[in-house]
């Protein structure tokens, strides 16, 4: 074998050892003369199937351009150098390569060495960020929150979306170029370096909460969220601004709902305690003091009974803008709830006994604004108020001493009299005590079944026969005895315990009927059984229901009860009340007005309800034979009553006198001590007397 020969073996057996494809074609005539198991694996072409053929008949070209193309740089230069370019494979796919020639002598023979890197991999990635890009930039347009790419090094913008556009109004030619100060963007630019500084800093944003101005004016609450992203050879940052102004909107009100009472807009408990709290803390550190009033209307429920809560919610809402004008910026007008409102005066200074007297100015001056008269839905009202005070520096340091002791305080002015202003002292806390031992005590006998109901008779004036009865409530109590309803019963309605406990008065009344039936003591129709209804009971949407249970339950029948309701009653709310009343009057259920004449009735109420009695209060029976103007009165009840076909009762009728009196102007009916006190079921009984002498 010649030196040639076994040089060009040595250059094959080498070419057999590395790991990229490799042909070895000799110059001369362009033939192959081998190639390797890499060149054999990538491509598919065996080694028979290539050796000897010349280069124009390789089976590795995919068209005769691209053969051309590689002859005429190899003629033209004698090698290839990085030559990206796809070549043919057995199994008829093609594969992107990197292709070198290079010239080889062996002895003084001239080769070509031919080797190709496989770029499937690259080639692949270069598809798939081809696909990514396009990908990204459809997101980027179509996507449903406004999205701004801005370059890093100088943040100026270099694109926006569609719905940037949408929700800000800016378009392409506003802003590309621009960084975000130069057309007004941020509202509030000195705050940008900082945001800027925390996306250097963090590396990105996440829902940082941002004001921006968008071309019209508007200013939109937002949150922006922004990466680094690389945009072919540049650093960029991507920015999504979500739109939350209606969502921060939102939160704003029911975060101002939960701080204000809903009526009036005041503060409410829980903002007047955080203010009362800050400002404890700070007079502490200065030296100052402040004042906590607190008060209510006299006689508000008087207003919500006699002409509705519309107007009762009328008037609360004057008394607030009333307070709000009074009082300083630095103050804190607060509705409690009801007719409960709080101001805390802030700022007190001097000696305890100046900053007391600064207090009492201006709860005197608040007492006279609330008392101003007023125009409510057509009615003239003329209301006053009770102010309790305490004060920071005497009467306690927390929010819930000073409201604590302001309502003590409250309460002792109310106890007085009304319409006055009281400071907080140690022994006004015993009333309150004292009270809320009386709910507690009223709360176990409706438990425990203390209550008893006494019976007054009423009574034919002429013949003297018992013709009907009120049920009047007494409490036994274990200690104490018997106490009468004067003593507790505002307590029962201001607790909303008359609730329960009406309603256990109207089923006791019902079975004391039936067993007065059962024993023969009464007839169907010559006995009728008054029940009080309270308003608050009345206005229950449940009270018809409540009334027919009762009845139905006890099987009694219903011309044998009549229900005793206040002028109050009759004016709120009309048209419910008329309904209610009507539902009832159906059924066979009689009505009487109770306290006749002391309340805010008027004919026209008369006229449109079916009330079949009046009652004629005891204030003006008392005087009926020594006052010209209540005898005067009186016999007007009588011929009114009389003019509308009503019957009549007169209470406390306590004389002889009292009664011929009223016998002579034609009331036949009565109660009072004159003939009975309200007594027990037995000795009720004993006053009907037997079957046998009725």
């Not at 170029?177 to 630019?189: I, S």
């Amino acid at each position: 074998m010649s030196r040639n020969g076994r040089r060009e073996e040595e250059l094959i057996a080498l070419l057999g050892e590395l790991p990229v494809a490799c042909m070895l074609l000799r110059e001369a005539d362009h033939t192959v003369v081998a190639v390797n198991p890499v060149f054999e694996a990538l491509f598919g072409w065996s080694a028979s199937r290539m050796i000897g053929r010349s280069y124009a008949e390789l089976p590795l070209w995919s068209s005769s351009r691209q053969r051309e193309d590689f002859r005429r740089q190899l003629l033209t230069s004698g090698r290839i150098q990085q030559h990206e370019t796809h070549f043919q494979c057995g199994d008829g796919q093609t594969r992107p390569c990197l292709a070198y020639v290079e010239q080889v002598r062996i002895g003084d023979q001239l080769y070509q060495l031919a080797t190709a890197h496989d770029m499937s991999e690259r080639s692949n990635a270069n598809q798939e960020l081809k696909q990514s890009e396009a990908k990204f930039a459809a997101l980027f347009i179509d996507s449903p929150e406004p999205y701004v790419l801005f370059s890093k090094r100088t943040a100026k913008i270099i694109e926006i979306n569609h719905r940037f556009t949408q929700v800000f109004g800016y378009q392409s030619q506003d802003v590309i170029d621009r960084n975000a100060n130069e057309f007004g963007f941020w509202r509030y630019p000195e705050k940008r370096p900082a945001v800027i500084d925390k996306l250097m800093r963090e590396g990105c944003l996440r829902n940082e909460p941002v004001d921006l101005v968008a071309k019209d004016g508007r200013v939109l609450n937002c949150e922006v969220s922004s990466n680094f992203i690389l945009v072919g050879e540049e650093w960029c940052t991507l920015s999504s601004f979500k739109d939350v102004t209606e969502q921060r909107r939102i939160e704003a009100r029911v975060k101002h709902q939960a701080y204000h009472d809903a009526l009036t807009d005041l503060p409410n408990r829980l903002l007047l305690h955080d203010r009362l709290q800050q400002y404890l803390a700070l007079s502490e550190r200065h030296g100052l003091s402040c004042a906590l009033l607190f008060f209510d209307l006299d006689h508000f429920k008087r207003v919500n009974d006699s002409l509705g809560h519309g107007c009762g919610d009328a008037v609360l809402q004057e008394v607030s803008r009333r307070l709000q004008e009074r009082v300083r910026r630095a103050d804190t007008v607060a509705r409690l709830g009801g007719d409960e409102f709080v101001i805390l005066l802030t700022g007190l200074s001097g000696k305890p006994e100046q900053i007391a007297e600064q207090a009492r100015a201006n709860a005197a001056e608040l007492l006279e604004v609330v008392s101003a008269p007023m125009q409510i839905e057509g009615y003239g009202l003329q209301l006053s108020c009770s102010i309790g005070i305490a004060l920071s520096s005497e009467h306690g340091n927390t929010p819930e001493d000073l409201l604590k002791h302001a309502d003590t305080a409250l309460y002792g002015v109310k106890a007085s009299g009304r319409n006055n202003i009281a400071f907080f002292e140690p022994q006004m806390q015993v009333a309150v005590s004292q009270r809320l031992q009386l709910e507690t005590e009223l709360r176990n006998a409706l438990l425990e079944g203390e209550f008893q109901l006494h019976y007054q008779p009423q009574v034919d004036a002429c013949t003297q026969r018992i013709t009907g009865a009120e049920a009047l409530l007494r409490w036994q109590h274990p200690e104490m005895g018997m106490i009468g309803p004067g003593t507790f019963m505002h307590v029962l309605e201001e607790s909303a315990m008359i609730l329960e406990t009406g309603h256990w008065i109207l089923e006791q009344a019902c079975d004391f009927i039936a067993r007065l039936l059962d024993q023969g003591l009464i007839a169907t129709d010559q006995f009728c059984l008054s029940v009080n209804i309270s308003p608050r009971q009345f206005r229950q949407a449940s009270f018809v229901a409540q009334v027919a249970a009762a009845i139905a339950q006890k099987q009694i029948p219903v011309q044998c009860l009549k229900l005793e309701i206040t002028e109050s009653i009759m004016i709120h709310n009309i048209s419910d009340t008329v309904e209610k009343m009507n539902e009832l009057r159906d059924m066979g259920i009689r009505f009487a007005i109770d306290d006749f004449g002391t309340g805010y009735s008027s004919l026209s109420y008369l006229k449109r309800l079916p009330v079949d009695l009046l009652k004629i209060d005891q204030s003006f029976i008392d005087d009926c034979t020594h006052d010209g103007n209540d005898a005067e009165i009186v016999r007007a009840i009588i011929a009114m009553a009389r003019s509308l076909k009503m019957e009549l009762i007169a209470e406390g009728v306590e004389t002889a006198e009292q009664l011929d009196f009223l016998k002579q102007h034609g009331c036949r009916t009565y109660q009072g001590y004159y003939f009975s006190r309200a007594v027990s079921e037995e000795a009720f009984c004993v006053l009907l007397g037997p079957p046998a002498t009725r």
